[in-house]
């Protein structure tokens, strides 16, 4: 029989710099985890939203571990409130997730750890992975793209420094909104985010949600711009260990790879890079939020057999 899982139980992490990063940790009823998977949650969203995912982990005897990034749930009160961060906010955030990860190893010494990012969290999971993937056991990434769709970086990026120069990094930006307002348009239009699911209930609960769907200041928005360079330039991307172990899961109808390109294009770097255990799936009809679909049951079972296998 399967563990029962501990309450989800928040806790801070102070960073160097003040910030109070909320995390959230679970772990199953009894003995050893098999192995800690840390979360790294997706943009305009929080670590809570995974509970669900989370419990099934630790029902199965794996530790879980997830974060607030900056600006975002519990942890934006300390860096200026949703969708607004300090200088530098992107690397700071890599900082904030290694540091997390850290301590949970710390606290279970021996135990494998992997990381999984999905949407924008799988961006920062790939950052992660070339700064510090000698410290994972695997890495999965969820919701991936290997850019944003339909932005010119170099003029983004002028773009957005022309309006911290204006009117500072704190500001709120139009950038963010304006780059997704296209997401919804294959599919009917009810609350203007139903590309994130098939199930109108998550979309409801997305949608009620006040830690969802904000906009980015500009600083938030020219760090994840300017990090999507870093993390696709060659040199960086060979620095990622061949031997961790990379798998890639996507709805086939989500918006944000257009059609599946930016994801045939991710699968080719890794190859690239020559990644000796590289997977991925692609859920027919699926969208956005594999874990929050209608067919969340298999996508769940699906990872689990993954870590399985792995550990």
């Given at each position: 029989m399967a563990d029962?899982?501990?309450?989800?139980q928040p806790d801070f992490h102070q960073a160097p710099d003040g910030a109070r990063i909320a995390t959230y940790s679970w772990l199953p009823s009894s003995g050893r985890p098999r192995a800690l998977v840390q979360i790294a949650h997706g943009a305009a969203e929080h670590g809570r939203r995974y509970d669900r995912f989370a419990r099934f982990l630790a029902g199965h005897g794996y530790g879980v571990i997830?974060?607030?990034?900056?600006?975002?749930?519990?942890?934006?009160?300390?860096?200026?409130?949703?969708?607004?961060?300090?200088?530098?906010?992107?690397?700071?955030?890599?900082?904030?997730?290694k540091a997390i990860g850290d301590h949970a190893a710390a606290a279970h010494p021996g135990i494998p750890l992997v990381l999984l990012g999905h949407s924008m969290g799988s961006m920062l999971a790939r950052d992660y992975a070339q700064e510090y993937g000698a410290d994972l056991a695997g890495l999965i990434l969820t919701g991936t793209f290997r850019t944003?769709?339909?932005?010119?970086?170099?003029?983004?990026?002028a773009e957005l420094e022309a309006e911290v120069a204006a009117h500072g990094r704190t500001h709120l930006s139009a950038f963010i909104p304006r780059t997704f307002s296209a997401?919804?348009?294959?599919?009917?239009?009810?609350?203007?985010?139903?590309?994130?699911?098939?199930?109108?209930?998550?979309?409801?609960?997305?949608?009620?949600d006040e830690d969802c769907g904000f906009p980015f200041c500009a600083g938030?928005?020219?760090?994840?711009?300017?990090?999507?360079?870093?993390?696709?330039?060659?040199?960086?991307?060979?620095?990622?260990?061949?031997?961790?172990?990379?798998?890639?899961?996507?709805g086939d109808q989500d918006p944000c790879h257009q059609r599946m390109t930016l994801v045939y294009e991710l699968l080719e770097d890794f190859r690239y890079l020559g990644t000796r255990d590289l997977t991925w799936t692609a859920y027919p009809d699926a969208r956005h939020e594999i874990i929050n679909e209608t067919h969340r049951d298999e996508?769940?079972?699906?990872l689990l057999a993954w870590l399985d296998k792995r550990i």
């Open positions: 029962t899982p501990q309450p989800m997830a974060s607030d990034h900056r600006g975002h749930g519990a942890t934006a009160a300390s860096t200026g409130g949703r969708g607004v961060v300090g200088e530098d906010a992107w690397r700071a955030i890599v900082a904030d997730l944003l769709p339909g932005v010119e970086l170099d003029t983004s990026v997401f919804n348009d294959a599919f009917t239009h009810r609350t203007g985010f139903e590309w994130l699911s098939r199930d109108a209930a998550e979309v409801d609960r997305y949608v009620a938030l928005a020219v760090d994840w711009v300017r990090a999507i360079r870093k993390i696709n330039d060659p040199g960086n991307l060979a620095r990622m260990p061949r031997g961790l172990p990379v798998h890639i899961a996507v996508v769940q079972n699906d």
